[in-house]
C-alpha cells in the first residue's frame, strides 16, 4: 500500500493554521488562558485545527444530541457546542470542577452555556445515566486513557446508526508502532479493540495527536 503522507514540520503546521479560518477572539482568549494559567497541562487541550473540524463536522452533521468525556477547560466542548443544530444539546461530563470553572466561563462568554450541560464526577459511573437505547448523533472522548474502553463499550451502544464516536489521542505522540510503557500500551490495546468492533467503520486521521473516527453501522 502506497503512502502519500506528508511529514508535518513545524513550519508547514504553521503554514496550515494560517491558511484555515482562525480562532474568533473568545477561542484564542481560551486558548491563551489555558497556556498561561495551566502550563504543565495546557497539552491536554486539544489543536486549534481539532476544535475546528469539531465545529464544522457537528454542524454538517446537524447534530442535535451530543456528549463529551473530558472537558478540561472546554475548547473542544466550545467547538462542539458551536456547530449544534438548532435545540442541540451538548452533555460533558468531567472530573475536575478547577478545569471547567473555566470552561464555565468561556461558554457563558460565547453564548452557549444554554446548549451545554456540565455532570461533574466519574464518567464511567456517570455515563450509566444516559438513556441506553441509540439517541446521541455524537461522542466525543479525550479524558484517561485507561478508561478508554469503558467509555466506548458505554457510548457506542448509545450512538445512533449513522452517529459518530471520536476518540483523540490514538496515535500517542507516534508510540504506538514502538509502545514503551503502561501507558503506551493502553492506546495500542484500545485501538485493537475498536479496530475489531464490528459495530462500527472507522478511520484514524493524523490530526493533531490522533483522532479515530468511527461511524455506527
Request: charged share 25%.
Amino acid at each position: 500500500m502506497s503512502y502519500k503522507g506528508l511529514p508535518l514540520s513545524a513550519e508547514l503546521h504553521a503554514y496550515m493554521l494560517e491558511h484555515s479560518t482562525p480562532p474568533d477572539p473568545v477561542m484564542a482568549d481560551l486558548i491563551e488562558e489555558t497556556l498561561k494559567a495551566l502550563p504543565d497541562d495546557a497539552s491536554m487541550q486539544v489543536a486549534p485545527e481539532q476544535a475546528a473540524f469539531l465545529r464544522i463536522l457537528t454542524s454538517v452533521m446537524g447534530v442535535r444530541r451530543a456528549v463529551e468525556v473530558g472537558t478540561f477547560t472546554g475548547l473542544s466542548s466550545l467547538s462542539i457546542a458551536r456547530g449544534l443544530a438548532d435545540g442541540g444539546r451538548l452533555i460533558c461530563f468531567d472530573i475536575s470542577d478547577e478545569f471547567t470553572s473555566i470552561a464555565r466561563r468561556y461558554w457563558e462568554r460565547a453564548g452557549v452555556a444554554d446548549r451545554i450541560e456540565l455532570r461533574i464526577g466519574p464518567a464511567a459511573d456517570r455515563i450509566s445515566e444516559l438513556p441506553g437505547e441509540p439517541h446521541l448523533d455524537l461522542a466525543f472522548i479525550d479524558a484517561d486513557k485507561g478508561g478508554y474502553p469503558t467509555y466506548w463499550n458505554e457510548l457506542v451502544p448509545r450512538v445512533r446508526r449513522g452517529g459518530l464516536v471520536l476518540v483523540d489521542n490514538v496515535l500517542w505522540s507516534g508510540r504506538v508502532i514502538d509502545p514503551r510503557d503502561g501507558q503506551d500500551r493502553k492506546i495500542v490495546a484500545f485501538n485493537e479493540t475498536a479496530r475489531a468492533d464490528p459495530r462500527v467503520e472507522l478511520v484514524v486521521l493524523p490530526i493533531a495527536d490522533g483522532l479515530t473516527i468511527a461511524r455506527k453501522v
